[in-house]
């Protein structure tokens, strides 16, 4: 019989590697040395078909090979579970960066993580998915944002439909104001046929609110609406060449400890004309930028320009390679500015589980179990030794 104390060295060996998993990220049973929470929640409403598209390709400064077969590569899973999504004629449905609800229920809400994985490296990405009730839901909590200029005339979009599109030529929308059903043509509104635009005349404050636009859809014989609202806000002829922030809004943002996180600053800047915009952030009034913290842990990202539902924005990211407890305690904020003015927003974090941490509280107290276990085997064994020896004894 070994001594207790081989199983103490196991016991250590493991707790070591817990602690050093959590801090270098290493790779053993298999989880993944790249752990992300993506920043934004996806908010659903119940009974409608829903996508979740695994973001795992907006992280590609891993260059990570992508062009093989996804499907081969990715994996979904949901919240700590370690069985993979895959069901081929089942509500939820796993294809390759989409995992599909056919609809989404009230208990769908939770975490979901999409794992990309080849022999030696592995990328996580968490994503949290929150299911309303189509009757109770605040709009501007499920709403996509638009802006538009007064004066003009201009369209919005229907967004997010893409992957529930086979024929563009065959897109059916209605568009609704404040849920009434709009005509197709109207001296203020008109659909454009065949695409997701619903073009606006002469744009007036009076327009800014919410707009839900529904598209009709069918998947094994079954018939849905999916549905997208849209917040509008104007901006007047005047401030067309001011900065508007149009991310982060006014929303908590998701953080798990030790987990890694983005979170983009999106500017709008009107169509092509960004005026010499700059925009940067700041921790507790601090710049943030590649030397501001000596160990690089949360950095800003390149000045990016990017084009969504045909506006111009400009992206700048604030990296944070692992977030820690001080995180939750500290002022994020990001600045746009050009010569025509400023605008200022925070980023608040909020701290979530960090769900995918089984392995570090699950092996240690399970092998602290065992390793008690044995050791009271050990003891017993060894008292029945003794006994049987002194009952040989006498
Ligand atoms: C796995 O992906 C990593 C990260 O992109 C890459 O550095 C590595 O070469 C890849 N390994 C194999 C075997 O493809
Ligand atoms: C990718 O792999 C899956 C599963 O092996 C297969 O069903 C699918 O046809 C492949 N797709 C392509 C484009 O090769
Ligand atoms: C998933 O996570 C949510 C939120 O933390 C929790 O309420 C729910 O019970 C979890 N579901 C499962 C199956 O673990
Ligand atoms: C920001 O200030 C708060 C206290 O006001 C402090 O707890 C936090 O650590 C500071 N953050 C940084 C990055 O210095």
Same mark, same amino acid.
């Given at each position: 019989?070994?001594? @207790? ?69 990715? =994996? ?13 004629? *089942?509500?939820?449905? &796993? ?7 056919? @609809? ?11 794992v990309l994985r080849n022999s030696s490296f592995c990328i996580e990405v968490t994503i949290s998915l929150t299911v309303v009730k189509n009757n ?21 979009? #229907? ?19 404040? +849920? ?6 109207? $001296? ?15 744009? +007036? @404050? ?32 005047? $401030?067309?060449?001011? !900065? ?6 006014? $929303?908590?943002?998701? &953080?798990? /400890? ?5 979170? !983009? #600053?999106?500017?709008?800047?009107? %169509?092509?004309?960004? *005026? ?15 030397? *501001? ?26 990296? %944070? /390679? ?23 927003? @925070?980023?608040?974090?909020? =701290?979530?589980? !960090?769900?995918? *941490? ?5 092996? !240690?107290?399970?092998?602290? #179990? ?25």
């Amino acid at each position: 019989m070994r001594s @207790p104390w081989f199983l103490f060295a196991v016991v250590n060996i493991y707790l070591q590697d817990a602690v050093a998993f959590k801090v270098h990220r290493l790779d053993k049973t298999g989880q993944c040395q790249e752990r992300i929470m993506h920043f934004k929640d996806y908010v659903v409403q119940q009974g409608e078909p829903t996508v979740l598209k695994c973001p795992i390709l907006h992280y590609n400064h891993l260059n990570f090979n992508t062009a093989s077969n996804l499907s081969l590569h990715l =994996k979904w899973y949901k919240n700590d579970s370690k069985n993979e999504i895959t069901g081929v004629d *089942s509500r939820i449905q &796993a294809q390759e960066d989409l995992l599909w609800f056919f @609809p989404a229920r009230l208990d769908d809400f939770g975490y979901y993580a999409c794992v990309l994985r080849n022999s030696s490296f592995c990328i996580e990405v968490t994503i949290s998915l929150t299911v309303v009730k189509n009757n109770d839901v605040a709009l501007q909590d499920i709403a996509y944002r638009q802006d538009v200029f007064t004066l003009t005339s201009d369209h919005i979009v #229907c967004p997010d439909l893409t992957d529930f599109i086979t024929n563009v030529r065959d897109l059916d929308l209605r568009w609704y104001k404040e +849920s009434v059903l709009l005509p197709q043509l109207s $001296k203020k509104f008109e659909y454009v046929v065949g695409t997701n635009k619903l073009n606006i005349n002469d744009v +007036s @404050p009076a327009d800014g609110g919410f707009y839900t636009c529904e598209l009709g859809f069918t998947h094994q014989g079954k018939r849905y609406h999916i549905t997208r609202v849209i917040q509008l806000h104007t901006i007047e002829q005047e $401030k067309r060449n001011h !900065p508007v922030i149009v991310y982060p809004n006014h $929303k908590s943002i998701e &953080a798990a /400890l030790g987990s890694k996180l983005i979170i !983009p #600053c999106k500017v709008f800047t009107g %169509f092509g004309r960004n *005026s010499g915009t700059v925009v940067w952030w700041l921790a507790n009034n601090t710049f943030v930028d590649r030397n *501001s913290l000596p160990d690089g842990r949360v950095t800003e990202g390149e000045f990016q320009k990017m084009t969504e539902n045909d506006r111009n924005y400009i992206v700048v990211q604030l990296i %944070f /390679l692992e977030i820690r407890e001080e995180d939750f305690q500290t002022d994020f904020k990001c600045i746009a500015r050009n010569e025509y003015g400023s605008q200022v927003l @925070p980023a608040q974090l909020r =701290k979530t589980v !960090p769900v995918f *941490s089984w392995y570090t509280v699950v092996v !240690p107290a399970a092998l602290i #179990c065992l390793i008690v276990g044995v050791m009271c085997l050990y003891k017993f064994r060894k008292s029945r030794a003794q006994k049987d020896y002194i009952q040989a004894k006498s």
